[in-house]
């Protein structure tokens, strides 16, 4: 039988929300961003989300996402990249760096076994929501509806950001017949520029990249997969260990999969992210002019859900 409950607690002084399961734990801290700063495996012990020494926190709205502590699961919308809007009626409309809702404090409140978030939009007129529930088997589920409060259609990339804990030989594992990527960015150019086309799993000779290399590595890419996913799932698994992490999600609601590899070559820090999205590229403007967007009819909504599970093989 699958226990569950949540606890009001503290978190490094944050105000912050923990929920358990039989298989996890995990906990959120509502005013920076609803961000999830732990998720534990309740068997093993093992700490799948990374952490640096930097304290927890950010520099406020809008700021640079690399002012920030590096650390935890955000939530990346309506953008990634920080990009102008240049179609009608969003014409001039800056959004920021990431987004807007991972700087922003969110209001959260139990709902009998479930947590329950939303903000608004500051820029944008949108209402975001999610709520965190476990499965009968012990599986997170985030269920997410983003509300159009405005006449006109409204575009917007999410994308989970979850920073695993990195280390080296872990395997990447995406769906059999995906065999292309197109590059989001890539540290000193190592796989080329934004918008290169290059095959999975082993771009060039020397690189494979499903497996994470060590630290003192030194990259750093972001890349898409390219062409329409089979299936929403993706795992990172740990042939030491031999624990697996998986995310699923709708690919009809959620039709691109995205990895941030980070072996040191970005601020120095250590870590991989599983990344499904409704956007292509991380530039929500350009990803409407090319029709590689979710977009929301006039007051209306979006819905789609991530569900993570652990496994010990």
Not at 37 to 64: F, H, Q
Not at 83 to 99: A, K, V, Y
Not at 196 to 224: C, H, M
């Amino acid at each position: 039988m699958n226990r569950v409950y949540w606890e009001n607690v503290k978190a490094e002084g944050y105000d912050a929300f923990r929920g358990r399961s039989s298989r996890l734990e995990l906990t959120l801290i509502p005013s920076l961003g609803s961000k999830v700063v732990s998720l534990k495996d309740v068997i093993s012990g093992r700490e799948w989300l990374s952490r640096t020494a930097i304290p927890l926190g950010n520099k406020g709205y809008a700021s640079s996402f690399a002012e920030s502590d590096g650390s935890g699961w955000d939530e990346m919308f309506p953008t990634v990249d920080a990009c102008r809007l240049e179609q009608s009626p969003w014409t001039g409309i800056d959004l920021p760096d990431h987004g807007e809702v991972w700087s922003l404090p969110w209001q959260c409140e139990l709902r009998d076994d479930r947590l329950h978030c939303v903000v608004n939009g500051r820029r944008m007129p949108y209402r975001l929501e999610k709520t965190y529930s476990f499965t009968n088997d012990g599986r997170l589920r985030i269920d997410y509806i983003a509300h159009n409060l405005a006449p006109d259609p409204l575009p917007f990339l999410w994308a989970a950001h979850p920073l695993f804990q990195a280390k080296a030989g872990m395997e990447i594992i995406v769906p059999a017949r995906l065999e292309r990527i197109a590059v989001s960015y890539s540290h000193n150019r190592r796989l080329g520029d934004k918008g290169t086309l290059l095959p999975w799993p082993q771009p060039l000779p020397d690189i494979r990249l499903n497996i994470v290399e060590a630290e003192s590595a030194g990259t750093a890419e972001k890349f898409y997969f390219d062409g329409g996913l089979p299936e929403g799932k993706v795992s990172l698994y740990d042939p030491v260990s031999k624990e697996k992490l998986t995310m699923t999600f709708p690919k009809e609601q959620v039709p691109y999969l995205a990895v941030w590899a980070n072996y040191g070559g970005y601020l120095n820090q250590y870590h991989v992210a599983l990344e499904p999205a409704t956007g292509f590229l991380d530039d929500a403007s350009t990803a409407w002019s090319e029709g590689e967007i979710a977009v929301i009819a006039g007051h209306g909504r979006y819905e789609w859900f991530l569900e993570l599970e652990l496994e010990h093989r």
